[in-house]
């Protein structure tokens, strides 16, 4: 009887330390799925651009929109079909406000005409200014393969009040080999605004016309800090 009983606890014992196996195998396949996802969302979060990390004031689904009397027209449509044409990229023509959105595309961006125009954007809220993020495709996935039609030279402007004053607060050169570009202001005035200009004076090559894929505003909405002397 004794004998039996052991052997009885013993297969008992086997099928509990097969479960166990079978359990712990579960977990770690659980455990690498876990960890390829989290992989995956952090190259998610790349590509997008989240990684930045900075509130967007500029952001149209918080309010934030644009001021089409401030802004340059889109660069005309049957033009801009006729020169994309070759590689199947019928409407190309976005109107301005694609630019205040996430979602960032080979042609999802709004195009003006030439190398110079400007875009007025009416933020969410008064803002006190710090940054501006431009973001642009990588050449991989241009469909043209070039970035010619990337914004190159460009000034900031603050603008608040009726008629709109403009309180100039920078002016930079984006480089498209890196797709996104944050820009620290280089004049920070004590003062929020309520929009902000982004005035481009030439683009990297393409002579029809130059293409904003997305452009962020960053800042708060209560005073900075002053720094200690």
Known sequence: MYQEKVRDHTGEIQDLRGNMNQLMAKLQEMEAMSDEQKIAQKIMKMIQGDYIEKPDFALKSIGASIDFE???????????????????????????????????????????????????????????????????????????????????????????????????????????????????LQNQPIRNFGAVKVKISSNWGNPRFTCLYRVRVHGSVTPPREQPN
């Open 70 to 184: 401030q802004t340059s027209a889109t660069y005309n449509h049957d033009k801009a079909r006729s020169y994309w044409s070759w590689i199947r990229l019928w409407n190309y023509a976005q109107p301005p406000d694609v630019i205040l959105e996430p979602n960032v595309t080979p042609g999802n961006c709004w195009a003006f005409s030439g190398d110079r125009g400007q875009v007025t954007i009416r933020l969410a809220q008064k803002v006190y200014l710090s940054n501006l993020t431009l973001q642009h495709i990588p050449k991989t996935i241009s469909l043209s393969g070039s970035l010619d039609t990337a914004p190159k030279d460009f000034v900031i402007y603050g603008m608040e009040g009726s008629p709109r004053e403009e309180v100039f607060l920078g002016a930079f050169q984006f480089q498209p080999e890196n797709i996104i570009q944050t820009f620290q």
